[in-house]
C-alpha cells in the first residue's frame, strides 16, 4: 500500500500518487502532440484532393458516354 511520494520538492499524497501514475508517459504524449498537428494538414489535403478526385470521375464518364 501506497501512502505517498514525492516529486522533485513537491509532497504527494496518495491520491497524488495514483495521479502521476495514470498520467501518459513521455512518448505518449509526444505521439499525441504530433497526431494533433498532423490532423489539419491531412484534412486540408483531403478536402483538396476530393474535388480533383470528382472531377477526374465526371470527365470519365463523360468521355464513356461520348465513345458510345
Known amino acids: 500500500m501506497i501512502l505517498g511520494g514525492a516529486m522533485g520538492d513537491t509532497v504527494l499524497d496518495r491520491?497524488?500518487?495514483k495521479?502521476?501514475?495514470a498520467?501518459?508517459?513521455r512518448e505518449e504524449l509526444l505521439a499525441q502532440i504530433?497526431?494533433?498537428i498532423g490532423a489539419p494538414a491531412s484534412n486540408i489535403a483531403g478536402a483538396i484532393g476530393?474535388?480533383?478526385s470528382?472531377?477526374?470521375s465526371i470527365?470519365?464518364?463523360i468521355e464513356e458516354k461520348a465513345a458510345a
Open 50 to 52: 476530393a474535388p480533383a
Open 59 to 61: 470527365l470519365s464518364t
Open 15 to 17: 491520491a497524488g500518487v
Open 34 to 36: 504530433v497526431s494533433c
Open 23 to 25: 498520467m501518459p508517459s
Open 19 to 21: 495521479a502521476v501514475a
Open 54 to 56: 470528382d472531377i477526374a
